[in-house]
């Protein structure tokens, strides 16, 4: 991202759940100069700029907000997208593909043709498969689309082995790869407390594989769990969007588990899934490639099946 160093902006399209607790958290958080809000429903984009800017007195950091058009998108570092439907109770990710195509092929048509030059940020869901439409359609280099991919999953993994093993979610060096999904798995070889293999830790203290493997079934289930108690997720997926982000903005150099366009690191080519990656103001630097245990790389491989299934099936007909 050349213009980092200038004023730091971000245009985000979708003022639902999760694009305003992403904000939310920008007007808590600072770090960035201006945010400009997009929406279908314009009222809704134009309300919530005002209730955000109602904030900006006992903020702790100086910021332009305000509700806008695709024209932003010219001048703009990052585009996030969060617009999109939402699961209800039963859906999976997977059964929100062909609106959400639909929707992000427009999107991102309507912020290219505006002169985009920047870093794409994907959210909405099914999010590896969404990514794929983005970068297909902007043209953009891979590095520089980006999709949440189990960034969210990935916190919800770090926050209940944190709770089962009473250390800080700081310390907790683990990762869930594959679909933001119903394939996502743990790659428990290469999961670390501290410099400590993890599964030395589990045999120390009497955790059986199973009991590591029912946390994994919990993160995998977490997000119905919230869906059916209140409809939708939001705030952990508002503060993923902001540590990606600030990743990008700050250069970090850091490694998060994002969905990056396969080119075989992990056996597969063509798709976009979740792996651990560097990201620095070039968006996706590199992968981490991680040498995974013959099981996991099954376990990676049929998730990226099942995604191109869907893909072949569902998405390329309408692109
Ligand atoms: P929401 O219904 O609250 O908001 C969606 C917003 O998108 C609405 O304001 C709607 O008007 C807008 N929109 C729809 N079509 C549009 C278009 N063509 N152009 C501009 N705006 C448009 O939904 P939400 O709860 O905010 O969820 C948004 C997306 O994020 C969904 O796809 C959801 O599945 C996904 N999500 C992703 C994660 C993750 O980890 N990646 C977590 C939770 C939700």
């Known amino acids: 991202m050349e213009n980092c160093t200038k004023r730091k902006k971000i245009v985000l399209v979708g003022t639902g759940f999760v694009g305003m607790s992403f ?3 920008l007007l808590v958080s600072g770090g960035i100069d201006e945010l400009v ?7 809704k984009a134009i309300g919530e700029a005002m209730d955000l800017q109602h904030g900006l007195p006992y903020a702790k950091h100086k ?12 001048d703009a570092d990052i585009v996030v997208i969060t617009a999109g439907a939402t699961q209800k109770p039963g859906e999976t ?3 929100l593909t062909l609106t959400d195509t639909k929707i992000v092929k427009s999107v991102v048509t309507s912020v290219m043709k505006n002169g985009f030059d920047g870093i794409l940020v994907v959210a909405c869901n099914p999010v590896d498969i969404m990514t794929y439409v983005a970068q297909k359609i902007s043209g953009l280099p891979a590095n520089r689309v980006i999709g949440s991919g189990t960034l969210l999953d ?3 993994l770090r926050f209940m082995l944190s709770e089962k093993l009473h250390i800080s979610t700081n310390n907790v060096h683990a990762y869930i790869m594959g679909e933001h999904g119903d394939t996502s798995f743990v790659p428990w070889s290469h999961s670390y407390i501290g410099s400590k293999k ?3 830790i589990a045999q120390e ?5 199973d009991e590591l493997n029912q946390i994994y079934t919990h993160v995998q289930q977490a997000g ?3 869906v059916n108690r209140k409809k939708s997720t939001y705030y952990g997926i508002g503060l993923s969007l902001n540590r990606l982000i600030h990743a990008i903005f700050n250069d970090e150099e850091v490694i998060l588990t994002v969905s990056c366009l396969q080119n075989n690191e992990y056996g597969y080519s063509g798709i976009y899934n979740g792996v651990p990656a560097v990201i620095t103001k070039n968006g996706i630097q590199e992968m981490l490639v991680l040498d995974l245990t013959d099981e996991e790389k099954t376990k990676f491989i049929d998730s990226c099946k099942t995604l191109q299934k869907i893909i072949d099936e569902v998405v390329e007909p309408v692109l």
């Open 23 to 25: 904000a939310y958290s």
């Open 63 to 74: 910021m332009q907000i305000k509700a806008g058009n695709y024209a932003e998108c010219k």
């Open 154 to 156: 990935t916190a919800r």
């Open 93 to 95: 990710r997977i059964d």
């Open 205 to 209: 203290k009497n955790i059986s594989i």
């Open 37 to 43: 809000l997009i929406d279908a429903n314009e009222e």
């Open 224 to 226: 119905y769990e919230i």
């Open 198 to 200: 993890l599964l030395d």
